[in-house]
């Protein structure tokens, strides 16, 4: 899913992390505090590393991790941009919990894409070795894989209390069934943006995409889960529970043609910001956290799930399989599963927090964010929302052969 030419702004899961281009952009941090247009990495990270360190692995692979282990050390690799750093006096979370732990944490801001990160740790782990960080937060379809082949350790959920917290929705989901092996860090959703000054009218539904009234004007993310998981659901598939590449076949063609017939401008990853705010695109499928800190400058931005559905994505806290600090790493993740610091983190990143009770301290925070539906949608709005399926390695070769096919990446 990555392009062959470099695009200057970042995205989320094919790319760069989206989060850089709304930093860029001049969004409004926690409290309406400014920020800068390049962050330096949070507290604690010195992202110097291209690839995981390797270490000797006494894991044999089997189904038991250690009761414990580990030092008072830990090592995060995130996603860049996707915690509160350390500034305009601040303290970070990474900071807050080294001085409330005494764990002498690194975290790095080095994951920058889930296929080539994927690549980078399959020799390893596949060969029984280990990678040095303690916790990454791949998305859930890479957390399903991780799982499927043995590469992720059951997390020490019985020291970490605040997993109680974890929002009811987010409990054995499908790519994760018994729950045990992941956290979400965040979520969010896919759905329709559109710029109600370049469509003159509200929009809800993926049809509208392909009203002739808007030709030349739509775009369609380079992001195929998200971008076919609309189609999909438009043609009454549900996402989560498909298996084949038959039941994509018919939405792979509505692509194809729109494409053809000059319905779609073009594919993109984060620059759709740009297009949508110029009024270049109409309208385009968005993700619901770039739209929340988008609107604020430009009210005419809107985001909306589509009558038929919306995707939902989450990218997930996890243990690669041998991690040496498993103690360290229970606090952190019971430490970020506290409301009130979860609450710090949602002020700054903007996207659904996974923690219950976020809401309430937030508002302690910034209430008008604490009042934004697409950080809090509703119970209706969720049900409206599905996550993509794992599929099987053969099934989604298809899937990206055909979706590369059409899009030319």
Not at 206 to 225: H, Q, S, V, W, Y
Not at 254 to 264: T, V, Y
């Amino acid at each position: 899913m990555n392009r062959s030419t470099p695009n200057p702004f970042p995205m989320r899961g094919s790319g760069l992390s989206r989060r850089q281009l709304l930093r860029r952009a001049g969004a409004m941090g926690a409290a309406g505090v400014s920020l800068p247009a390049l962050l330096a990495a949070c507290g604690g990270s010195d992202g110097d590393s291209d690839a995981p360190t390797t270490e000797p692995s006494d894991q044999s692979g089997g189904d038991d991790p250690p009761a414990s282990g580990g030092g008072n050390s830990l090592f995060f690799e995130n996603w860049p941009e996707y915690i509160d750093p350390t500034e305009d006096g601040l303290t970070g979370t990474v900071d807050r919990f080294i001085a409330a732990s005494g764990v002498e944490m690194r975290y790095a801001e080095t994951y920058n894409d889930n296929v080539e990160y994927f690549a980078k740790i399959q020799p390893l782990l596949g060969s029984g070795r280990t990678i040095e960080p303690d916790i990454i937060a791949p998305t859930s379809w890479l957390v399903g894989r991780l799982i499927g082949l043995g590469w992720l350790d059951k997390l020490p959920v019985d020291q970490v209390p605040n997993a109680a917290n974890l929002r009811a929705d987010l409990q054995n989901p499908s790519w994760d069934p018994t729950g045990e092996y992941s956290l979400p860090w965040q979520t969010g959703f896919a759905g329709i943006a559109y710029n109600l000054e370049a469509t003159g009218r509200e929009l809800t539904s993926t049809a509208d995409l392909f009203d002739p009234e808007f030709n030349g004007k739509i775009g369609m993310l380079t992001e195929m889960r998200d971008t076919m998981g609309l189609l999909m659901l438009a043609d009454g598939v549900d996402i989560s529970t498909v298996s084949t590449f038959d039941a994509a076949a018919a939405a792979f063609e509505r692509l194809e043609e729109a494409k053809n017939n000059g319905q779609i401008r073009r594919f993109t990853g984060n620059d759709y910001l740009n297009d949508l705010s110029t009024g270049n695109f109409a309208a385009c499928i968005g993700w619901s956290g770039d739209v929340v800190q988008l609107s604020v400058e430009n009210p005419n931005i809107r985001f909306v799930i589509p009558e038929e559905g919306g995707t939902s994505w989450a990218d997930a806290m996890v243990m690669p399989k041998g991690a040496a600090n498993r103690d360290a790493a229970a606090k952190w993740m019971d430490f970020c599963y506290d409301p009130v610091q979860a609450a710090q983190i949602t002020a700054w990143v903007q996207y659904v927090s996974p923690v219950a009770g976020v809401r309430d301290e937030l508002a302690k925070i910034d209430p008008e964010l604490a009042e934004n539906p697409l950080l809090f949608p509703d119970d209706e709005t969720v049900s409206r929302t599905f996550a993509f399926a794992n599929l099987a390695e053969d099934v989604e070769a298809e899937y990206d052969a055909r979706f590369a096919e059409i899009t030319g990446a």
